[in-house]
């Protein structure tokens, strides 16, 4: 890929159906409505599958519950090693780990990735997101907003 505009990925991951878990998803979409250039993916809960979509990024964003055991509404923005050195990182289980060792393996992980979400305070059935991590949007998403500029402008 060579479009500047799709060398970046911004992957939202969670379940809007279990409550905070659907942070990713919320960033997602409010991030995207403010039009920076890159590829937005709603990656749900989809694991492994979604490795082709790694292939021939040179940076990936992604915007996730991310469970380290902070306080309920903490934002957390993992890059490099900051990533693998935790074993359950996001809130449903290992999935972007997952995803993330299977594309080093296969040779797909892209130069570039960040890992940027919120503490979660209840992840169970349930629809919307806890006061916690509502309260957390605004940095959450400022801090997706500066990542993502700062990968579009080493593009250039």
Do not use: F, W
């Not at 799709?6 to 990713?24: C, P, Q, Y």
């Not at 923005?77 to 993330?100: F, K, M, R, W």
């Amino acid at each position: 890929m060579t479009d500047g505009s799709t060398d970046i990925l911004v992957l939202g991951l969670g379940n809007l159906l279990l409550s905070d878990d659907g942070l990713g998803l919320r960033l997602l979409k409010d991030l995207s409505s403010q039009g920076a250039a890159a590829e937005y993916l709603d990656g749900g809960t989809q694991g492994l599958a979604l490795l082709s979509y790694l292939a021939d990024r040179r940076a990936l964003i992604i915007l996730d519950a991310v469970a380290l055991g902070a306080p309920p509404g903490t934002v957390h923005v993992l890059q490099g090693d900051g990533i693998s050195a935790h074993h359950a990182v996001t809130a449903h289980g290992s999935n972007a780990l997952e995803l993330l060792a299977a594309a080093r393996l296969l040779g797909d992980l892209p130069p570039s990735v960040t890992i940027i979400g919120v503490e979660p305070a209840c992840i169970r059935t349930g629809i919307g997101l806890s006061p916690a991590v509502e309260a957390a949007i605004p940095e959450a998403l400022s801090r997706a907003h500066e990542v993502l500029e700062s990968a579009i402008a080493s593009s250039a």
